[in-house]
């Protein structure tokens, strides 16, 4: 299933408040926008907001807006995916719970993934050529990462703002840091960080 705007014009794929888990599997979401309507704007491409979803074997790529998937409040699982070619971050997660398997974080402008209070598991991600972070993990965010392949990004892996992030096997290349932990924001102390391997 191919979701695409042959002009850019597409004001983004938005799921709001279910009462049951979205399944996705083998759709590409391609050339999209931000979601605007009247006053109201959201930064994804594709939003979940309070909407379980499991996403399986999906792309998207080229889109054109902050997120190419922002999923906040929610439950979620994504596996074998593929985030590429976007105009900010690759997926942002916000206040939410999963696991994200076997999953491609390629040619982002900022960062590869970037997750904000939530508890995230992740499992063999490839992050390459991402503008900013491979990783960022901030405020009070709780993630473990096994197995990861990190190049040609600025940062590797960044954890910030009380966050915790524990790593066990991890290859970085050319990246101008590997491993950052700091406090960014005032209301927050400084974030932890453990590798392994």
């Keep these: ?45 594709v939003t979940f907001y309070e909407s379980s979803v499991y996403i399986k074997d999906c792309t998207y790529i080229k889109n054109h807006c902050e997120d190419a998937l922002n999923i906040i409040r929610s439950d979620f699982k994504i596996d074998r995916c593929v985030f590429s070619h976007t105009f900010s971050d690759g997926l942002d997660i916000d206040f939410s719970n999963g696991s994200i398997n076997q999953s491609n974080f390629l040619k982002t402008t900022n960062d590869g993934l970037d997750i904000s209070g939530s508890n995230v598991y992740i499992v063999d991600a490839v992050l390459n050529f991402c503008g900013d972070k491979g990783v960022s993990v901030g405020e009070e965010s709780q993630v473990a990462i096994l197995s990861a392949s990190v190049a040609n990004c600025n940062i590797g892996i960044a954890s910030k703002d009380l966050s915790k992030t524990t790593i066990e096997f991890i290859t970085l290349k050319n990246c101008n840091q590997g491993f950052v932990a700091y406090q960014k924001k005032m209301e927050y102390g400084g974030g932890k960080l453990e590798v392994k391997d």
Excluded at 9 to 33: A, C, K, P, R, Y
Aim: aromatic share 12%; net charge negative; glycine share 4%.
């Design 1 to 45: 299933i191919k979701i695409y705007s042959s002009d850019q014009s597409m004001n983004g794929f938005t799921v709001l408040q279910t009462d049951e888990t979205s399944d996705l599997e083998f759709v590409i979401f391609e050339d999209l926008n931000t979601h605007r309507k009247d006053n109201w704007t959201l930064t994804g491409a």
